[in-house]
Nanobody
Framework: VQLQASGGGLVQAGGSLRLSCAAS????????MGWFRQSPGKEREFVSS????????NYASSVTGRFTISRDNRRGMVYLQMDTLKPEDTALYYC????????????????????WGQGTLVTVSS
């Protein structure tokens, strides 16, 4: 299984970025996906998740209303649209996956995910 995250970069506060994650080596339509982020000196934290069919999504309270997760099962892709970015959004962003048993997909702990991408850096300047 390989997860390849991309789309990070440097953006001014208030700007937008779209992260992408390409998945291979798994039956993508049966796997839920998550985005996590980690800043220096901090623990990895949950950002957003989406169920295998895209019907259920979850967001951390800090990003609700600003970030939108989506997926394209035909292409094996998951996206994170990030709008109204803030300096505190600066972090290394990771995509992760795990099998979706029931479609609810409420997993917010990093340990719940079995596969991880390499991370893409998002820097938001003030």
């Amino acid at each position: 299984v390989q997860l390849q995250a991309s789309g990070g970069g440097l953006v001014q506060a208030g700007g937008s970025l779209r992260l992408s994650c390409a998945a291979s080596g798994l039956d993508f339509s049966n796997y839920g996906m998550g985005w996590f982020r980690q800043s220096p000196g901090k623990e990895r934290e949950f950002v957003s998740s989406i169920s295998s069919n895209g019907g259920n999504t979850n967001y951390a309270s800090s990003v609700t209303g600003r970030f939108t997760i989506s997926r394209d099962n035909r292409r094996g892709m998951v996206y994170l649209q990030m709008d109204t970015l803030k300096p505190e959004d600066t972090a290394l962003y990771y995509c992760a996956s795990r099998y979706d048993y029931d479609g609810r997909f409420n997993y917010i702990l990093p340990g719940s995910y079995g596969y991880w991408g390499q991370g893409t850096l998002v820097t938001v300047s003030s």
